[in-house]
């Protein structure tokens, strides 16, 4: 089976690469580097192909019978640094990939993600409540750009038949995440390491959910391997308008918990607990509601927080050490 | 001063072109007449300069003091029957207008619209309020579409200083209204004057603000003509990440009285009003507050309804006459 990850040098499109080069398929990796790095992708050299491009402007060619959509600067410090290059990303990756899907008749698993439900006004998050989002805001670039993007795949589907399929990812961690990605796992751990104050925004009492990649990645592909019509019975069976899952772990954890957490699994850190003030627009609580996956999937996730943390804390820590990996 | 307006053909666009001539602009109206009529704007002839074209792949050559944009099609009936150009149009013409804009320093004003609201959660709607709708149903095209454009207007003022003023249009009638664009108020006058049943989706209860276009068109020509130092001011005093404004009129009527006063104002109909199921995704209740447009622009609207369709009604029987108008 040919299959195409945009976004496939990036920290989840490594681990889909692997996983899918272990399953046997021939597999073409597309990239701009903008986030993604050949680093992630080193270990898998002569086991894929990996091309550099961007989607917003084509896709490589050849015919796949999977496309695997990945590619976006996924955290606040990469996207707001270049936020129209992030809407172009969404909006215009998304119509390239839709149009070579609907021409060689591929099955896209489009990567959306629960920042389209914004600041959420129904806890835990589940695939029918329309979101919550600034339209203009410093973060609209991603959640707009995001939302958009499913509005085209639904429309796609709809209109042509198109068969793609889409996850809405909550907050996934691993190793090959950036070490400078602004994210909270990354930060924390990288902070630890470097015996850094661990900062805390807001009073730390706002909760995230954690999954680790390894289990996000088996979901896509149970995901993948299932029968377009049984996608198409399932949603309407829910009455959604599209087939949109939500991929992530319901456990909650504080992000004091969190930091606490990794202090401990990093005995030797000198770092201590510090708080700064919530930035703008900042969604105070992120849940995700798994039952339609665990009904369509029989899968849920199995990766601990503990476990997840200390093989990422392993990445870290040789990837601070400057050795190859 | 030179002045484009894309969807210059269209129902808005024809009622702006018409008063940019008054006030002594030089004006290029570019349309791919998917919605504009070459008629619309035939009374303009040699006074203005007619381009087809469609926004999302170009915009006229030449440097333009100012922009508004205003292409799009606005009536579900339209942008239902071309969801994927809808985004487009959205999306790439507004990123090619930003673009023209950056280059030439040009001053623009986008026509966004009160359906970025959506089924909205706060009642009269004001432009903080984030908007609650459906990335994936049947309008996102054209909702998603919108707010993706505010997006990138948003970004481009704040990472380029891009001059760029929104307003959020309410309802709005008047003349050169489509026969056949399904808006309530076309579909009542078409009904009324062919005799046909006036149909009411839902009970009728539900509530729609009517803004008569020649007060959108007044609210336009004061925004425009501030200096961009008062309009950065102005929003950022009301803590609004972008320059959003509402227009519209805040008078509330029931599709029910709506249905009423246009069979008063043609007391030769023998039309009757029946009911009909609500359509998916109807928002409910629509009704602009509209205190920053007062305060920022000295504005109001001016026109009362049974004015206003007074003049759409007298547009329309000609219309239904098959005269030149």
Redesign the interface.
Known sequence: MKVLVTGGAGFLGSHLCERLVADGCEVVAFDNFYTGRAENVAHLEGKIDVVKGDVAEGLPEGKFDEIYSLACPASPVHYGAR??ET??TS??GM?NILEKARRDGSRVLHASTSE?Y??P?VHPQVESD?????????R??YD??K??A???????R??YGVDVRMVRIFNTYGPRMQPDDGRVISNFIMQALQNKDITIYGDGSQTRSFQYAGDLIEAMRRYMALPKKRIDEFFAAKG???P?LNTGNPGEFTISELARETLRQIPTSRSRIVQKPLPKDDPKRRKPDISLAQELLAWQPRVPLAEGLAKTIAYFTLLASGKEI
Chains 1, 2 share one sequence.
């Open positions: 936020p129209i809407m172009k909006v215009l119509l389209v914004g600041d006004l329309w979101g919550h989002v600034n339209p203009i805001g410093v609209a670039c707009e750009g939302r958009a499913e509005t085209l795949a639904a429309d796609f709809r209109l959604l308008d599209a949109v």
